[in-house]
Nanobody
Framework: VQLQASGGGLVQAGGSLRLSCATS????????MGWFRQAPGKERESVAQ????????WYADSVKGRFTISRDDAKNTVYLQTINLKPEDTAVYYC?????????????????WGQGTQVTVSS
């Protein structure tokens, strides 16, 4: 499975971005997907996950109400819609996949990673 993240950029605080993660390879529909982020000097953290069925969704407390994860299996793409961005959201954002993943998995449990896309929020 190959993952290609895109959609990052520079925005002012209060702005929005939609990140996309295009997937390719065998059986992509059976992968749980997640968005993680890593800020300079910090560990990579999970911000949103969606199960392989799409029926279970999880968000980190820091992004609840502002980020929305969704998947379009017909397009083999997972999205992270972000609104009301804050400077503390500045990080490199990565998408990841876990075979038959539900939600609640961490960085060590991902089976595949995409390259990151930089999100910078200015104050």
């Amino acid at each position: 499975v190959q993952l290609q993240a895109s959609g990052g950029g520079l925005v002012q605080a209060g702005g929005s971005l939609r990140l996309s993660c295009a997937t390719s390879g065998r059986d992509v529909i059976i992968y749980g997907m997640g968005w993680f982020r890593q800020a300079p000097g910090k560990e990579r953290e999970s911000v949103a996950q969606i199960s392989w069925t799409g029926n279970s969704i999880w968000y980190a407390d820091s992004v609840k109400g502002r980020f929305t994860i969704s998947r379009d299996d017909a397009k083999n793409t997972v999205y992270l819609q972000t609104i009301n961005l804050k400077p503390e959201d500045t990080a490199v954002y990565y998408c990841a996949a876990r075979y038959y993943g539900i939600t609640g998995w961490d960085t060590t449990e991902a089976h595949y990673w995409g390259q990151g896309t930089q999100v910078t929020v200015s104050s």
